[in-house]
């Protein structure tokens, strides 16, 4: 074999030992919570650095550890720590202001009474909302169990 190909070849298998081990998490997506974002099924892949140097913002689609290494979920962020969430017929309101929400294409008339979120706390929700509040997983989360950042 000849010593470039190995050298390459080496290159190689410990870049993507890094890449895939350390930085980019691979996630199949299950179940339509966030659909149209991201479809059941997919694959797509969470970004562990994202969050390094600044941190989680509203509108991020995240990776969020639920119990164990293997049960992952995708929410995007509506509340950030300190901040009272309330949803009201479908609509989301940060600290008594409606939320914009371009991802979101249809929405139930969902209701919530209001949260205020602590230190370290982030409101998560998916962008499907046609679906049943009882069939939604939703809420608080701590800033430990955000994985990192959806890439796509």
């Not at 930085?23 to 199949?28: E, M, N, Q, S, T």
């Not at 293997?70 to 600290?95: A, F, H, Q, T």
């Not at 499907?128 to 890439?151: P, Q, S, V, W, Y």
Request: charged share 20%.
């Amino acid at each position: 074999m000849n010593r470039a190909v190995l050298v390459r070849s080496v290159i190689l298998i410990v870049g993507a030992y890094i890449v895939f081990g350390y930085v980019l998490l691979p996630i199949r997506l299950q179940g339509i919570s966030m659909e149209p974002t991201y479809t059941d099924g997919g694959i797509d892949f969470a970004n562990r650095l994202a969050y390094a140097w600044r941190e989680p913002q509203r509108g991020d689609a995240v990776a969020i550890r639920m119990a164990g290494p293997s049960v992952v979920y995708i929410k995007r962020i509506v509340g950030l720590p300190g901040e009272r969430i309330e949803i009201v017929m479908g609509v989301v309101s940060v600290n008594g202001e409606p939320l914009v929400e371009p991802n979101v294409a249809r929405k139930s008339p969902w209701n919530l009474a209001p949260v205020t979120l602590g230190a370290g706390e982030y409101f998560v929700i998916g962008d499907n909302r046609a679906m049943r509040i009882e069939d939604h997983d939703f809420g608080r989360t701590t800033r430990d169990r955000i994985i990192g950042k959806m890439l796509f």
